[in-house]
């Protein structure tokens, strides 16, 4: 192995309260909520990069209203994000980019876990809420 490489078990890390890390995130109440693992959280840049796992209710939704501090990457790993009508509007394998300053929401109908990374410090929540789908 290279000198200065790191390499984590991701699989033996365990799964974080996100309100730690994300500013305005509320705490979880099992088996909802939102939780992460640190992958690497620079302090001198802030730059932070975390797998992020969305639990939504059984047969409610969870909108995310979020505003980014910095630029966020993320790319779904499983699961789908949904609109506020419950219909998928975006899931497993695709990427997003957002600049800074980027007020944005999503509804999550089912475990969610995406690869996000901001090249400094994490998003801020402004709301976590349980809804029931809009109706078609």
Not at 25 to 32: K, L, V
Not at 57 to 68: K, Y
Request: hydrophobic share 35%.
């Amino acid at each position: 192995m290279e000198e200065g490489t790191t390499i984590l078990d991701t699989d033996a890390m365990p799964w974080e309260s996100w309100d730690r890390y994300f500013p305005g995130a509320p705490p979880n109440r099992d088996p909802a909520g939102a939780w992460c693992k640190v992958l690497r959280h620079h302090r001198e840049t802030g730059r932070f990069v975390c797998l992020l796992r969305v639990v939504p209710p059984p047969g409610r939704l969870v909108r995310i209203v979020a505003r980014t501090r910095s630029t966020e990457e993320a790319l779904t790993l499983s699961g789908r994000v949904y609109d506020a009508r419950g219909r998928p509007a975006s899931g497993k394998g695709e990427y997003v980019q957002r600049p800074p300053g980027s007020l944005h929401s999503a509804y999550y109908g089912e475990e969610v876990i995406a690869l996000v990374a901001y090249d400094g410090e994490p998003e801020e929540i402004l709301a976590f809420e349980e809804v029931a789908p809009e109706p078609a």
